[in-house]
């Protein structure tokens, strides 16, 4: 383990669940609301997973994972990746806070010692996204947002398309969602760009 994420490893006690693990380390850090979130993405992703013949463990240790980073105050993020050697876009300079979903890929990794690389992947780009993504990558990135609380019409209609075994089309409302109110907001990550133009192209085709 990095020495820069040691003070992280502290005061959180480490068994053999991971759901245990994780609401220790939460607690530790004095944040409950993080993972009454994490649970929520945790129930889904296992439901989604479940839904489209993906390993539902894997797509539960992923989901319980994907914000561990949140442990980490968002004006450190980008010091603490670029001392583990995180490659940092020159967009994500703009944004900081987009960097924690690369941030929670290497502490689930040197923190709960997760060495499967699609549980990797799919924390890694749980945010935005990514062109050529994997369907457990799907999984955890539509999963954090239809857990999400409202009723606002766009997440209905996801969750419509989802459970209506339109993974594709239901990501694409959402990836079409931030791409309308790009205008407005700091970062649209050029992952998220390239996610949109091949799921498009795709679902054209």
């Known amino acids: 383990m990095h020495s820069i994420?040691?003070?992280?490893?502290?005061?959180?006690?480490?068994s053999n669940h991971l759901a245990q693990n994780v609401e220790s380390f939460f607690a530790a850090h004095n944040d409950p609301?993080?993972?009454?979130?994490?649970?929520?993405?945790?129930?889904?992703?296992?439901r989604v997973a479940e839904h489209y013949g993906v390993d539902s463990s894997k797509a539960e240790q992923a989901a319980l994972l994907h914000d561990i980073s949140n442990a980490v105050p968002v004006r450190e993020m980008l010091s603490i990746a670029q001392a583990l050697s995180i490659d940092i876009m020159e967009e994500e300079y703009q944004y900081a806070?987009?960097?924690?979903?690369?941030?929670s890929k290497a502490m689930a990794?040197?923190?709960f010692n997760i060495k499967d690389q699609e549980i990797l992947d799919a924390i890694e780009c749980h945010t935005?996204?990514?062109?050529?993504?994997?369907?457990?990558?799907?999984?955890l990135f539509i999963s954090d947002k239809i857990s999400w609380d409202g009723e606002h019409q766009y997440l209905l209609n996801i969750r419509e398309e989802v459970y209506n075994g339109n993974l594709d089309a239901g990501i694409i409302i959402y990836l079409n969602h931030i791409w309308e109110q790009r205008s407005?907001?700091?970062?649209?990550?050029?992952w998220l760009i390239a996610a949109r133009e091949q799921l498009l192209s795709k679902l054209n085709s």
């Open 5 to 14: 994420l040691e003070p992280y490893a502290l005061n959180f006690s480490s």
């Open 184 to 190: 407005k907001l700091k970062l649209v990550h050029p």
């Open 109 to 111: 990794e040197q923190l």
């Open 128 to 139: 935005t996204l990514k062109s050529g993504s994997h369907l457990l990558d799907k999984v």
């Open 97 to 103: 806070r987009i960097v924690h979903q690369k941030l």
């Open 33 to 46: 609301e993080t993972w009454k979130h994490t649970l929520k993405v945790a129930t889904e992703a296992k």
